[in-house]
Antibody, heavy 121, light 113 residues
């Protein structure tokens, strides 16, 4: 059974960079698309971006200028960096896997439990 | 971006009754080459991550009770719970995977009447 676990600081100061890592267990990170999705308290889901294990990335245009995704296949991990954060970036951040068939990504079949990141001084 | 709009925003249904949630996309998510609708439904219980219920608009994920069903094509979709159970209290989201950015509906909060 594939499991995803987010890790990283729960508190980030305004203007600094938010950094999170997702560790994948129970399966290989290879040949799948891996996404970050966030959810402010009481609100809906926003897709941040995704990375394939060949390091190809797609970003949400609304966040593209501030987001960097990376992958470390040797550690079965992928990571998110979001720069110049403000209070509006306070949210639960989820990592998720897009089920992939013949190299094409589809729906999210596995999700991490989520980690709350608060932006505050 | 494809905008996903759900209705209603909230819904209260009696135990054992039918619940219906609608989702409309701003453009078709039907891929003509394979005649598949790139639409999924998720359930999010309080304090939990979203859980995949339905994909390809109408295919139930393994382990999902058969009281959950999805229908629709093109731009208009429906999630139906045929007989509401207490454990179905949650927020439900539709999501398109036709293109990037991936987008979700705003969510529908389902409660017991």
């Amino acid at each position: 059974q594939v499991q995803l676990q987010e890790s990283g600081p729960g508190l980030v100061k305004p203007s600094e960079t938010l950094s999170l890592t997702c560790t994948v267990s129970g399966g290989s990170i290879s040949s799948y698309f891996w996404s970050w999705i966030r959810q402010p308290a009481g609100k809906g889901l926003e897709w941040i971006g995704r990375i394939y294990t060949n390091e190809n990335t797609n970003y949400n245009p609304s966040l593209k200028s501030r987001v960097t995704l990376s992958v470390d296949t040797s550690k079965n991990q992928f990571s998110l960096k979001l720069s110049s954060v403000t209070a509006a970036d306070t949210a639960v951040y989820y990592c998720a896997r897009e089920t992939t068939s013949v190299g094409s990504p589809y729906y999210f079949d596995y999700w991490g439990q989520g980690t709350l990141v608060t932006v505050s001084s | 971006d494809i905008v996903m709009t759900q209705s209603p925003d909230s819904l209260a249904v009696s135990l054992g009754e039918r619940a219906t949630i609608n989702c409309k996309s701003s453009q078709s998510v039907l891929y003509s080459s394979n005649n598949k609708n790139y639409l999924a439904w998720y359930q999010q219980r309080p304090g939990q991550p979203p859980k995949l219920l339905i994909y390809w608009a109408s295919t139930r994920e393994s382990g999902v009770p058969d009281r959950f069903s999805g229908s629709g094509s093109g731009t208009d979709f429906t999630l139906t719970i045929s007989s509401l159970q207490a454990e179905d209290v949650a927020v439900y989201y539709c999501q398109q995977y036709y293109t990037t950015p991936r987008t979700f509906g705003q969510g529908t909060k389902l409660e017991i009447k």
